[in-house]
């Protein structure tokens, strides 16, 4: 059987389509049409109330395969497509009573395959569109003739990202789409010249198992009237929650009583050996005396914390203390060779050090898989071996110490759809890698941790709980001192105009979120007050990097930040974000609201903003009230 090639699959299946000439064919419900166009055969999705009209572009069409036939076949509300020359079926069925419309694709599951791309994107003929992703907490992109950034220039590529929308910023018209079976694949809107018009538009690559095709591969499309990309953020929750992906933080907390302790909680990163743990007591002392009485305390990267230290730290202060944890490299024994293993941190506390090749990933050729090159030694860990490494190191730590928070690298945010490992050991597909995640994650639940993670993808939301990195996209690196920042970073991670809290109306309610660790509050001064608005407005938290030296030089900075945004988030933590809206048309000032009755008004702007005859907004400025704007509220 041969395989299907990656660069040709797109091009035999529009052309498939284009060439056939069959009877024209539709399906419809009160919402919406699905037609097969009768000259090009090429499908179009028609909604019956706006009369916009979204469709498969001849276009974008990268070669012609001739002499391939389709064979359509009506049944009700689906239409399925097989193919002369290809293994394939295509199938489009349209609900009773909802403007949904799922597509399917099938094969032999023995069928060899590459990558997939499939199907054909729907693209849409009205101006002024704009896409929305859960990048960065939720990024928006106009369809036409757009602004990327300069490390995106022919797209934007998101890895086990479960769904983007498409709407019209006026109207709300526009769909939602879902990628049902996420770890098989990866989303990207690509520029394409459509119609002669540089058109963003949405691309799926779905991998094979193992080379294999193994089992269908399911898209969703939620057209809708209205509602934006809120109504699109809403569609996307509903369908986490069906699907067992999800979990809220009230529940979280039922579990793990601690959960409470993030309530008006930053995020802190104290990088312990620059600092000495003598002058980390000065500053908890001083963070306490200063007002600063909560937060996620993690003791740095590289530093290992003695038990009679963890307890001590645990027994004087309140604070959650957390701790650096890597179940994603291998590590070669010659990281540590020589090495003080007092000051080791994760590296001499990871078990799956020296574990080469046993607990080593391989790719398609049976070669090992490395995470940064093949020159780094740093190997990628199969997913299968990750319970083994993580009891082991579960159980020896917590006969000495238990800290409650871990913060998990790269694991939560995995590209499942390449994370497989060919090793005939212990072989693992998509589907394998996040089932072995999660149950490593449920593990450390189950021991009453806190999981936090580098990002972190909706699949881990049941288990996962803060999110650093979550509200930051198109970042500078930098930890603690300050780094000049790019157009990249001003145009986008800082842009009012192109932000959205789609993550937040998501799931805001059952993660915690803040900024990155190359991102976080302070690295950037003269941006360290509009993140401070970016959290409020967003309902989620800040995150302060330091070390002995940049806490006292930064501590004014760092007080300032606390005040002005913890009294907020101690009041909206756990409350869903059920709303947003753009109050100005140059989208500067915005409102947020929230399931408990909170909200919370932003104005970006340079001019005052009037929210009404009593409460005027400074530029820069925010507001925040419950159950009216009279009601004793707090602003600056």
């Known amino acids: 059987m041969r395989p299907i090639p990656t660069s040709m699959f797109l091009a035999w299946l529009s052309a498939a389509l284009a060439l056939s000439s069959a009877q024209a064919l539709e399906i419809k419900n009160k919402f919406v049409s699905l037609k097969i166009d009768e000259?090009?055969?090429?499908?179009?999705?028609?909604?019956?109330k706006t009369g916009t009209v979204y469709k498969q572009s001849p276009d974008f069409e990268v070669s012609k395969i001739q002499g391939v036939k389709v064979a359509a076949q009506k049944d009700g509300a689906k239409v399925t497509f097989t193919f002369e020359k290809l293994p394939v079926t295509l199938i489009y069925k349209l609900a009773a009573d909802a403007p949904v419309l799922d597509a399917t694709l099938d094969m032999d599951p023995a069928q060899k395959i590459q990558t997939v791309r499939f199907p054909v994107p729907f693209t849409v003929s009205k101006k002024g569109f704009e896409w929305v992703m859960p990048e960065g907490y939720g990024m928006l992109f106009k369809v036409d003739n757009p602004v990327l950034p300069e490390k995106s220039p022919k797209g934007i590529m998101k890895h086990c990202v479960e769904w983007a929308g498409l709407f019209?910023?006026?109207?709300?018209?526009?769909?939602?789409?879902?990628?049902?079976?996420?770890y098989h694949g990866a989303l990207a809107l690509n520029l394409r010249q459509i119609e002669g018009q540089p058109t963003l538009v949405p691309e799926i690559s779905f991998g094979g198992y193992l080379g294999k095709f193994q089992e269908p591969r399911n898209l969703r499309f939620i057209f809708q009237q209205s509602g934006g990309y809120v109504n699109i953020s809403l569609n996307v929750r509903k369908?986490?929650?069906?699907?067992?992906?999800?979990?809220?933080?009230?529940?979280?907390?039922?579990d793990n009583p601690a959960i409470a302790k993030l309530r008006g909680a930053p995020v802190f990163w104290i990088y312990v050996s620059?600092?000495?743990?003598?002058?980390?007591?000065?500053?908890?002392d001083d963070m306490v005396a200063s007002g600063m009485d909560k937060g996620i305390v993690a003791l740095g990267f590289n530093f290992y914390v003695s038990p009679e230290e963890a307890?001590?730290?645990?027994?004087?202060?309140?604070?959650?203390?957390?701790?650096?944890?890597?179940y994603f490299d291998v590590l070669p024994k010659e990281w540590w060779k020589g090495a003080d293993e007092t000051k080791l941190g994760w590296m001499e506390r990871y078990k799956r050090i020296g574990h080469i090749p046993e607990h080593v990933a391989l790719n398609e050729r049976g070669e090992p898989r490395f995470s940064k090159g093949p020159n780094s030694n740093r190997y990628v860990g199969s997913p299968a071996t990750l319970m083994e490494a993580a009891k082991e190191r579960l159980e020896a730590e917590l006969a000495d110490y238990h800290f409650v928070y871990r913060f998990f690298d790269v694991s939560p945010g995995a590209a499942l759809w390449l994370d497989q490992d060919y090793n005939p050991q212990h072989p693992v597909t998509p589907r394998g890698s996040m089932e072995a995640r999660l149950q490593m994650f449920k593990y450390f639940y189950d021991h009453k941790m806190i999981l936090g993670g580098e990002g972190g993808d909706a699949w881990a939301t049941p288990y996962f709980t803060v999110s650093e990195g979550g509200m930051s996209v198109y970042h500078?690196?930098?930890?603690?001192?300050?780094?000049?920042?790019?157009?990249?970073?001003?145009?986008?991670?800082?842009?009012?105009?192109?932000?959205?809290?789609?993550?937040?109306?998501?799931?805001g309610d059952a993660r915690v979120a803040t900024w990155a660790w190359g991102d976080n509050t302070l690295i950037q001064p003269e941006y360290m007050l509009m993140k401070d608005l970016f959290n409020i407005l967003y309902g989620t938290t800040a995150s302060y990097h330091i070390d002995n030296r940049t806490y006292w030089k930064k501590k004014e900075n760092i007080l300032e930040s606390y005040r002005r945004v913890m009294p907020?988030?101690?009041?909206?933590?756990?409350?869903?974000?059920?709303?947003?809206?753009?109050?100005?048309?140059?989208?500067n000032v915005q409102q947020s609201d929230f399931s408990n009755g909170w909200h919370a008004v932003v104005n970006f702007g340079t001019q005052e903003f009037a929210l009404n005859a009593k409460v005027k907004i400074a530029p820069m400025g925010f507001h925040t009230w419950q159950s009216g704007p009279e009601a004793p509220?707090?602003?600056?």
């Open 39 to 48: 000259a090009t055969s090429l499908a179009e999705v028609a909604d019956l």
């Open 168 to 182: 019209q910023p006026q109207t709300g018209e526009g769909y939602t789409l879902i990628l049902k079976d996420y």
């Open 239 to 254: 369908h986490l929650m069906e699907g067992g992906h999800y979990r809220s933080l009230a529940d979280k907390e039922k």
């Open 274 to 284: 620059r600092t000495g743990m003598e002058n980390v007591y000065k500053i908890l």
């Open 311 to 326: 307890r001590k730290l645990q027994q004087k202060y309140n604070f959650l203390f957390g701790i650096y944890d890597n």
């Open 476 to 507: 500078m690196v930098g930890r603690l001192d300050p780094v000049a920042p790019n157009d990249e970073f001003k145009n986008f991670n800082m842009s009012p105009q192109k932000r959205v809290p789609a993550n937040g109306i998501i799931y």
């Open 568 to 587: 907020f988030y101690n009041q909206v933590f756990g409350a869903a974000l059920v709303n947003h809206r753009w109050l100005t048309p140059d989208r």
């Open 633 to 636: 509220s707090q602003g600056q």
